[in-house]
C-alpha cells in the first residue's frame, strides 16, 4: 500500500497526471475532476467496499496537498441519506483533518465533534480534538480531552499552558496556582508543572521554597529530565536579568541549585549546571569546580571543556590573531545545538516537551557526546 502510494505519488510529480485520469497524461480542469467525483460518488453509493475506497481517495487528495477535492469527497459521502453511521463517522473525521490541513481550525473542530456525536470517546476521534484544542490554543479543553483519553502527561502538559494563561487573562496568581497543582496531582514527574512552580519561587524571592521545590521536582521528574528543570530556571532568569539584573537574587538561587544538586547522586549533566549558575552570577573559580567536577565523571562532556576554555582565555598570552582564531571556533561550538530527542533524533537548541517532529512527549536528551 505504502510503495503503491509512493509510486503514484512519484508519477504524479513526473507526468503531472491526475489520479482520476491516470492514462490522460494531464490534469483535467477542476470542475471535471469534481464532476468525476461526483459521478464515482453515484457509482459506489452504499457498496462498503466502495466507500472505503472513496474515503482513501480522499485522503490521497490531501496527502497530495489537494485539499478542496479531498473536503468534497467527503461532503459528498455525509450528504448520502442511507451511509452507514461507522462510515458517516469516519468522513466527518477526515473532513475534520482536512480542514485542520487547510488551517481552518474552527471547522476542523465542528467536524470533530460530529465525529464524537456518532462515536462517543473513540481514541482517534479524541486524539485529534485534543491536538485540535492544543493547537488554537485552547489548552484546558486539550487537557480534558487528554484525561479522557487517560493520559495524564499531555493532561498536565496543558493545565501548565492553562495555568499560564489563565493568570496573564484574570491577573491572579491563585487560579494558576490551582491548575499547576492538578497538573502534579495527575502527573508528579510532569517537569512543566515543577519548573513553573520554581520560576515562581524565583520571582517572589521566596528561597525557602526555592530549596524545597527544586528538591522536589529534581526527585519527582525522571531523572533524564533533571536538567530540563536546571536549563528552564536558567533560561527564566537570563530573561528577566536582561530586563532588571539582580545578582543577588541570582547568587542566592545558584547556592541553591548546587547545594541541592550536591544532594543527588552524582550527575555530569547536572554538575554542569550547577556550573554554569555559578558564571551568570559571577563566581568564576565555583564555576570553575563544577567544571572540573563535570569533567572528572565524564571526561568528554564538550560543554564543559568549551566553558573552561572561554574561562581561561583571559590568563592565556597569546597573539591577537590566535585570540581571534580561537575565539572564532568557541563561537561556532556555542552554537550547536544541545538538545535532541532521543525518538527521532531532532536537534534543538531551544527545550521541547513534546518533539515538534515526531510528537513524542518528554523525549528530549542532552547531547552528552557531539557525535550524538
Ligand atoms: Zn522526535
Known amino acids: 500500500m505504502v510503495n503503491w502510494l509512493h509510486s503514484l505519488r512519484r508519477k504524479l510529480k513526473e507526468e503531472q497526471a491526475s489520479i482520476i485520469y491516470p492514462h490522460e497524461g494531464f490534469l483535467p480542469p477542476s470542475q471535471d475532476t469534481f464532476a468525476a467525483i461526483g459521478e ?27 485539499i478542496e477535492r479531498a473536503i468534497q469527497i467527503r461532503t459528498n459521502l455525509i450528504a448520502r441519506p442511507h451511509l452507514e453511521p461507522q462510515f458517516k463517522a469516519r468522513a466527518w473525521y477526515e473532513l475534520g483533518l482536512d480542514y485542520k490541513r487547510a488551517g481552518i481550525l474552527d471547522r476542523a473542530q465542528a467536524a470533530l465533534e ?22 488554537s490554543n485552547n489548552f484546558s479543553k486539550a487537557a480534558q480531552h487528554y484525561a479522557l483519553l487517560d493520559q495524564p502527561l499531555p493532561q498536565a502538559h496543558y493545565l501548565v499552558r492553562a495555568a499560564r494563561q489563565e493568570e496573564e487573562k484574570s491577573g491572579d496568581a491563585r487560579a494558576g496556582y490551582k491548575l499547576i497543582e492538578k497538573a502534579l496531582k495527575v502527573y508528579p514527574g510532569s517537569v512543566e508543572a515543577w519548573l513553573e512552580i520554581v520560576c515562581r519561587d524565583y520571582r517572589h524571592q521566596n528561597w525557602t521554597n526555592l530549596r524545597f521545590d527544586l528538591k522536589s521536582g529534581l526527585q519527582n521528574v525522571e531523572s533524564q529530565l533533571r536538567f530540563v528543570l536546571l536549563e528552564g530556571l536558567f533560561q527564566f532568569i537570563a530573561a528577566r536579568s536582561a530586563m532588571d539584573e539582580n545578582i543577588k537574587d541570582q547568587a542566592e538561587c545558584s547556592s541553591i541549585v548546587a547545594n541541592t544538586v550536591a544532594g543527588l547522586e552524582q550527575d555530569m549533566v547536572l554538575c554542569y549546571y550547577c556550573a554554569i549558575f555559578m558564571k551568570q552570577c559571577g563566581r568564576y573559580s565555583r564555576c570553575l569546580e563544577w567544571l572540573e567536577k563535570t569533567l572528572v565523571l565524564s571526561p568528554d562532556f564538550w560543554p564543559a571543556r568549551l566553558e573552561i ?24 561550538a556555542k552554537s550547536v545545538k544541545r538538545f535532541v530527542c532521543q525518538k527521532c533524533g531532532l536537534k534543538r537548541e531551544q527545550l521541547f516537551f513534546n518533539c515538534p517532529r515526531c510528537y513524542s512527549w518528554h523525549s528530549i536528551s542532552f547531547r552528552t557526546q557531539l557525535g550524538e
Request: no cysteine; charged share 25%.
Open 309 to 332: 576554555l572561554e574561562l581561561s582565555l583571559d590568563d592565556q598570552a597569546m597573539t591577537e590573531s590566535f585570540k581571534t582564531q580561537l575565539m572564532f571556533f568557541t563561537r561556532r
Open 40 to 66: 464515482l460518488s453515484r457509482v459506489v453509493r452504499n457498496n462498503p467496499d466502495a466507500v472505503e475506497i472513496y474515503l482513501a481517495l480522499g485522503n490521497l487528495f490531501r496527502s497530495q496537498g489537494e
Open 114 to 135: 460530529q465525529a464524537h456525536k456518532i462515536t462517543g470517546d473513540d481514541p482517534a476521534v479524541m486524539k485529534e480534538m485534543a491536538r485540535l484544542a492544543a493547537d
